[in-house]
């Protein structure tokens, strides 16, 4: 049941929330009340060339998460692809299919309730490097048609953008445990990032350049990174600067 006052209501609320099973409460709340009967959201982060962390949030039938997961749908899901490549909401009836890889994922998600989906990426500051979709299935063929596709398409969009943001959220508080970043590592990043020089850096602060360098060895080491160029970008991905 199509319900846009609900789905208003959600959104602020998912920014908001606490933990990871609120957010995916509110998703699935928001889900119904867009008149879906199902509903997937990818974030695709990309560090570098051969490293990349898929985070998802699941409203849909489990089996589907399994089989996704299973069958390595992420490297054939034309959704994911369809917004790597552009930001404006589509129904999955309108993407042309680049492999019947592509053909075959089309037919796996119908069986588990995306025999009709809208997609609505949900881009980035840092441009590919960081990709999110929501998908809205439903088992009805005809669901995303009529007149009431042109708010849906409006709520999912901002739903999708709800949706990465708390997720990117998440992944940089991770990030800044995990790596035990200081505020000093983080102004040294905030310096590199501006084009400083380790000899500037150091003037502004009253350290010899060669302690710099020795401070930003420690911060590419936290951050896994080979040099302080890497280690800014892996920063900048994850929101820190």
Known sequence: ?????????????????R????????????????????????????DDATRTSLRSLWACDPSWAADYALHRWFEHDPWLRYASCDAEPTRSSNLVFSSPKEVAFIRAAAEHGFA?????????????SRVGVLCLGSADPERFEGEKYPQVRVLARALSMELHHSIAKSMREELLRGASLTEADLHL?????????????????????????????????????????????????????
Do not use: W
């Open 1 to 17: 049941m199509f319900d846009n006052a609900r789905v208003f209501q959600i959104l602020p609320l998912i920014t908001d929330a």
């Open 19 to 46: 933990s990871a099973g609120e957010v995916i409460s509110l998703f699935r709340e928001a889900v119904v009340g867009l008149g879906a009967d199902a509903g997937v959201f990818l974030s695709c982060l990309r």
């Open 116 to 128: 009709s989906a809208l997609i609505a990426p949900a881009p980035s500051s840092v441009g590919l």
């Open 189 to 241: 990043l905030r310096c590199e990032a501006a084009g400083h020089s380790s000899k500037v850096i150091g003037a502004a602060i009253n350290l010899e350049a060669k302690t710099i360098d020795s401070r930003f060895q420690r911060v590419n080491a936290k951050l896994g990174a080979p040099d302080r160029r890497t280690a800014v970008r892996i920063a900048r991905l994850y929101g820190l600067l």
